[in-house]
């Protein structure tokens, strides 16, 4: 830092050897008082240090709004918890403990939630946003107009025409355009932690706040196009005050240029620059997501370290984003660890990889689709929660998330864990033709993983009796609403709740993925009332048909449906031939009527396949919510949506 100051000395307009003494500012160069240059000088310096001055002002008002607004959400989540369902005594439910249960949610909080629900959940301006929803778009939109107002808030705008020293008759030209520039530097630097804090798996804001690390992944993009932008302008603004308005040129430019921490400011742009143009679409597409990801760690970090060399009088702001990634990889390296720390078979010690069974659903068409079981010492996760694999016999570089299928439970030590995935590019692919070349050498396959997690929040934590329930899955989605319903398949049955699951697939035997957790649905189902709803979407387009063609023609889609035990097969499954193939659910149809047909008691969604399908779920429950009507007590109308969305851009 001193090394920096002294550079700014030499070619700073202040007079040190004059000055009597120097006054502090916290993150800029110390200033020389009194001020010993001319006028216009002096009124310039006191433009930069005020307006240095108000930047970090602004900028701690900003962390304390962000902090104040934690703690406040922190301290009500403790003070008005919502009832949680492991409250609940196990027991079968009569219609007293669920009353109960739902007058322990007040009316005002019900009301207040379908309302959010309601304005707050569809998708907002999708060609700019993506599939992120307006409460997400209008946060954003309210941390960029603080940034907005005082990026130019407190700055005099004024020229000041100030004599060069030792050079008769030239002038520079001062402007605001050189505090400006500071400004939004500054503001650039305050803002990397919290970008830094938003991509943390391992998230302190999901520790405080309840909210699923991935729900922040939209601010965390956003934010950084914002970081983008104040740093490019702080760049062009300097530019043009030091190659256009200082005088004499091209002197200036090539002293000013050569100056250490001008030449890492440089590096910090060009690794900012790297990190957008990685981080759009087209470079993902041209790179790999696994390029980009592992890119983005490193240059991240490479970045913070430019902009340390840079102005390292702001470190206040950098050392909080060096600290929270370096505790994010620390806690993620130890969490693994601690998950294969095992005995071994020689009866030490060590690190033990999962050795997961393989089972292959060869898929020419649509790509082959792969599941792995498999049992592993550990504590159980909660139910809608993730870990991240790594097929270590394909590469050790990469980890993907995956959703267990199944309950978790401790039996004798060990906890089963069940995953499904479709092959499509990249490591799935690989691991994909791994799976079917070793089991076409045995039938008794198996690959060794290493698992990092749990990830995520419980999705049940808040399912009481009184709780209706809707899962709609496409595809290998099913992975994330099965385990819902093999819950409460377990729980004593509810008098008057409805249970439904809507699954869209490709093909009939794409049943067989979870033929075995299907069967377990299957028996409890009559005594639970479980509604099974199965859409075969693409069977036409089959080259090698599953279902028989004697089965009935309808010029409608392919319903399915199992309310009790009603056949000896676990799911009675009817494809629809004749006109409007590859046609989907009629999401808008089925959402209404489920809700409409519940007796009592609010509705939970869970949802998890392709983005169009959520994105269409979310338009659909928000126009299912009605304050005024939950304010009435028609509690049908507070429904909510809780959805899959770790991989939506």
């Not at 050189?178 to 630097?189: E, H, K, Q, T």
């Not at 909080?320 to 969490?335: E, H, N, Q, Y």
């Not at 439970?409 to 995935?421: A, E």
Request: with cysteine; glycine share 6%; hydrophobic share 40%.
């Amino acid at each position: 830092m001193a090394a920096m100051e002294n550079q700014l000395s030499a070619r700073h307009i202040q007079n040190f050897s004059e000055a009597t003494s120097l006054e502090k500012h916290w993150g800029y160069v110390d200033r020389a008082v009194p001020c010993m240059n001319d006028a216009g000088s002096c009124a310039y310096l006191d433009q930069v240090y005020g307006s240095h001055d108000l930047s970090m002002v602004y900028s701690g008002i900003l962390w304390a709004i962000i902090g104040g607004l934690l703690l406040v959400w922190t301290i009500a989540r403790q003070v008005f918890p919502s009832p949680r369902a492991d409250e609940v005594s196990v027991g079968r439910f009569d219609n007293e403990t669920v009353t109960r249960i739902t007058e322990r949610r007040s009316r005002l909080t019900r009301t207040a939630a379908s309302l959010v629900h309601r304005y707050l959940l569809p998708d907002s301006v999708r060609s700019i946003f993506g599939r992120t929803t307006r409460l997400q778009v209008i946060i954003l939109t309210v941390l960029a107009a603080y940034l907005l107002v005082f990026s130019f808030a407190g700055i005099v705008y004024q020229t000041w025409i100030t004599p060069v020293k030792n050079s008769p008759g030239i002038y520079n030209t001062r402007t605001s355009l050189g505090p400006w520039s500071d400004r939004v530097g500054v503001l650039a630097y305050a803002l990397t932690p919290l970008s830094v804090m938003l991509s943390s798996r391992e998230s302190i804001l999901s520790l405080l706040t309840g909210v699923p690390y991935q729900s922040f992944n939209f601010l965390h993009r956003w934010l950084g196009y914002i970081i983008v932008i104040q740093g490019s302008l702080h760049t062009i603004g300097w530019t043009i005050v030091e190659v256009k308005l200082y005088q004499p040129q091209p002197k200036t430019a090539q002293e000013w240029i050569v100056q250490l921490y001008i030449i890492w400011g440089v590096v910090a742009q060009i690794l900012i620059l790297m990190l957008f143009a990685l981080s759009t679409p087209a470079g993902i597409r041209l790179t790999g997501y696994e390029f980009f990801r592992k890119s983005h760690y490193v240059l991240a970090m490479v970045y913070i370290g430019a902009c340390w060399g840079h102005w390292a009088n702001l470190q206040c702001f950098l050392i909080p984003g060096l600290a929270i990634w370096g505790l994010d990889r620390g806690i993620r390296f130890i969490r693994s660890a601690l998950i294969h720390y095992q005995y071994l078979p020689g009866g030490s010690m060590g690190f033990r990889a999962a050795h997961a069974s393989l089972t292959l659903f060869s898929d020419a068409e649509h790509g082959d689709v792969v599941r792995m079981d498999f049992e592993h010492p550990q504590d159980p996760w909660k139910v809608g929660q993730h870990f991240y694999l790594c097929f270590t016999e394909s590469s050790i570089w990469q980890s993907h998330p995956f959703t267990p299928l199944n309950l978790p439970k401790v039996v004798d030590g060990l906890v089963s864990h069940s995953y499904i995935f479709r092959a499509k590019k990249g490591e799935t692919k690989k691991v994909a033709a791994l799976a079917a070349k070793k089991l076409a050498a045995t039938p008794d396959a198996r690959t060794p993983l290493i698992l990092s997690g749990s990830y995520g929040e419980s999705i049940v934590k808040n399912l009481t009796p009184d709780v209706n329930v809707l899962c709609v899955a496409g595809g290998t989605g099913i992975t994330y609403v099965l385990p819902v319903l093999l819950g409460l398949a377990e729980q004593s049955a509810v008098k008057d709740r409805k249970i439904q699951l809507v699954w869209a697939i490709r093909k009939k035997d794409d049943t067989r993925w979870i033929e075995r957790e299907f069967d377990t649905i299957s028996k409890a189902a009559k005594v639970h009332k479980i509604e099974v709803h199965i859409y075969v979407t693409r069977e036409a387009s089959s080259k090698t048909p599953s279902i028989s063609d004697d089965m009935s023609e309808k010029d409608e889609m392919a319903i399915s449906s199992v309310k009790g035990v009603q056949s000896e097969s676990p799911l009675d499954v009817q494809k629809i031939v004749g006109q409007g193939f590859d046609r989907h659910p009629d999401l808008d149809k089925l959402v209404k009527e489920f809700t409409e047909t519940t007796i009592r008691g609010p509705v939970s969604v869970y949802a998890s396949g392709p983005g169009g399908m959520i994105s269409d779920l979310r338009r659909i429950v928000a126009s299912c919510n009605s304050a005024a009507k939950v304010w009435q007590g028609n509690d049908r109308y507070d429904v909510t949506l809780l959805c899959d969305d770790r991989l939506e851009w």
